[in-house]
């Protein structure tokens, strides 16, 4: 049973950074792919990025490619995502989730999920 903490979220104005951090326990952190979603209110969860449990392989939606980029430290147990040139429709709930996933993005596929942390990005 893995469990996962997400940490970083906060108030940005369009244009500016935000790193989240996605820290895991209680598994074998590495056997995982691990996933970020996020979900604003009346809206669907959306994939964001996937990571393969090496760190190798790597997914981006169309939406964040080139402005996002995702790293883990399977020895730290820890996934970041580095979110740049932030814009309002950015804004939502940010999710990570773990499971044996790669290449699929559906949130059906992961097995273990954070509570999330807040993204707002407003002037």
């Known amino acids: 049973q893995v469990q996962l903490v997400e940490s970083g979220g906060g108030l940005v104005q369009p244009g500016g950074s935000l790193r989240l951090s996605c820290t895991a326990s209680?598994?074998?952190?590495?056997?995982?792919?691990v996933g970020w979603f996020r979900q604003s209110p009346g809206k669907t969860r959306e994939f964001v990025v996937l990571?393969?449990?090496?760190?190798?392989?790597?997914r981006y939606a169309d939406s964040v490619k080139g402005r996002f980029a995702t790293s883990r430290d399977n020895a730290k147990e820890v996934v970041d995502l580095q979110m740049n040139s932030l814009r309002p429709e950015d804004t939502a709930v940010y999710y990570c989730?773990?499971?044996?996933?790669?290449?699929?993005?559906?949130?059906?596929?992961?097995?273990?999920w954070g509570q999330g942390t807040q993204v707002t990005v407003s002037s």
């Open positions: 989730a773990a499971g044996r996933a790669y290449p699929l993005s559906s949130p059906s596929v992961f097995d273990y």
């Open positions: 990571v393969s449990r090496s760190g190798s392989s790597t």
């Open positions: 209680g598994g074998t952190f590495s056997s995982y792919d």
